[in-house]
C-alpha cells in the first residue's frame, strides 16, 4: 500500500513559476515509476512528465524547456518544477506511482495561471 501527497498547488500570473511536489509514504520498495499528470474538466488526464523504472524521465511536448522534474529514488519524492506558466497548464495535477502491484494516485493539486 502506498500513499501519496502532493503540494505546491496555486494561483499564478502567466510567465510565473510552480513548484510541486509529491512525498510517498507506505510500502516505498513497492515503487518503480513516479511521475505527474493533470487533468481540466471534460478532458483526457494526459501525462506531464514521468520516469521509467530505469530512471529516465519524458516530457509532454507542451512542456518541454519549461517544467523541470526531479525524483529522488531512495526517498521516493518528486518535484515538479514550472516555469514559463501559461494559462493552458491550468489543470488539476496529479502525482503518479507505478508499483509492482498496483498503480496509485494522489488527491491532486490545483493549478491556475491567470492571463
Known amino acids: 500500500q502506498v500513499q501519496l501527497v502532493e503540494s505546491g498547488g496555486g494561483l499564478v500570473q502567466a510567465g510565473g513559476s510552480l513548484r510541486l511536489s509529491c512525498a510517498a509514504s507506505?510500502?516505498?520498495?513497492?515503487?518503480?515509476?513516479m511521475g505527474w499528470y493533470r487533468q481540466n474538466p471534460g478532458k483526457q488526464r494526459e501525462l506531464v512528465a514521468g520516469?521509467?523504472?530505469?530512471?529516465?524521465?519524458n516530457y509532454a511536448d507542451s512542456v518541454k524547456g519549461r517544467f523541470v522534474f526531479s525524483r529522488d529514488n531512495a526517498k521516493n519524492t518528486v518535484d515538479l518544477q514550472m516555469n514559463g506558466l501559461k494559462p493552458e497548464d491550468t489543470a488539476v495535477y496529479y502525482c503518479?506511482?507505478?508499483?509492482?502491484?498496483?498503480?496509485?494516485w494522489g488527491q491532486g493539486t490545483q493549478v491556475t495561471v491567470s492571463s
Open positions: 503518479f506511482a507505478g508499483g509492482y502491484r498496483g498503480n496509485y
Open positions: 507506505g510500502s516505498r520498495g513497492s515503487i518503480k515509476t
Open positions: 520516469t521509467t523504472s530505469g530512471g529516465s524521465v
